[in-house]
């Protein structure tokens, strides 16, 4: 039982850490990784995983744009937005 959760404390900490390099990376780069990431993948697959990652952060920047409201995930701190 430790060791699952100490597996996913640890995974909990590479998703955080994920989306928080994918809040620092331009829109352009963004859009050219949701590219790259197949578009069906796995229930809870890294791909699936990474993709909402990169879906919700480019959500984020364009509902931030026409001044509408968008809520990150529970624990996840985005960064201001660099443009």
Known sequence: MQI???LLA???DSIEAI???IATMETRQLHQLLKSLPSRSEI???EMVMGTLVYRE???RR???TGGN???F???VTPPIQQ
């Open 10 to 12: 640890n995974l909990g």
């Open 74 to 76: 529970p624990g996840l």
């Open 70 to 72: 968008v809520l990150p």
């Open 63 to 65: 509902r931030r744009g």
């Open 58 to 60: 480019i959500e984020l």
């Open 44 to 46: 809870a697959s890294a």
């Open 4 to 6: 699952s959760a100490g």
């Open 19 to 21: 989306a928080a390099h």
